[in-house]
Nanobody, 116 residues
Framework: QVQLVESGGGLVQPGGSLRLSCAAS????????MGWYRQAPGKERELVAR???????TYADSVKGRFTISTDNAKNTVLLQMNNLKPEDTAVYYC??????????WGKGTLVTVSS
């Protein structure tokens, strides 16, 4: 019912910035929980940021103060602004939509590499 497509990943130097975008083919409802997850090689997928429209977002401790999640329901888009990137941020980043009515949906991921 919903398809998610991430974009914006790439190679960036430590201290640099990237903005990830997630475009939903279906509508993002105001009650949907939108999130960004990441998975580094050999590690479990972890929550990076999560938000419900109109509420204060939550962040993993490792990215607080550096990352910002935002949504634009009218454009069916969720963004992740990543500043002051560190090598340990290197991972595949996945967009997630969770709905009590429609279930969970995942994008296929976009690779972020932070390296000098």
């Amino acid at each position: 019912q919903v398809q998610l497509v991430e974009s914006g990943g790439g190679l960036v130097q430590p201290g640099g910035s990237l903005r990830l975008s997630c475009a939903a083919s279906g509508s993002i409802f105001s009650s949907d929980v939108m999130g960004w997850y990441r998975q580094a090689p050999g590690k479990e997928r972890e929550l990076v940021a999560r938000v419900i429209s109109g509420f204060t977002p939550t962040y993993a401790d490792s990215v607080k103060g550096r990352f910002t999640i935002s949504t634009d329901n009218a454009k069916n888009t969720v963004l992740l602004q990543m500043n002051n990137l560190k090598p340990e941020d290197t991972a595949v980043y996945y967009c997630n939509l969770r709905s009590l009515i429609r279930g969970d949906y995942w994008g296929k991921g976009t690779l972020v590499t932070v390296s000098s």
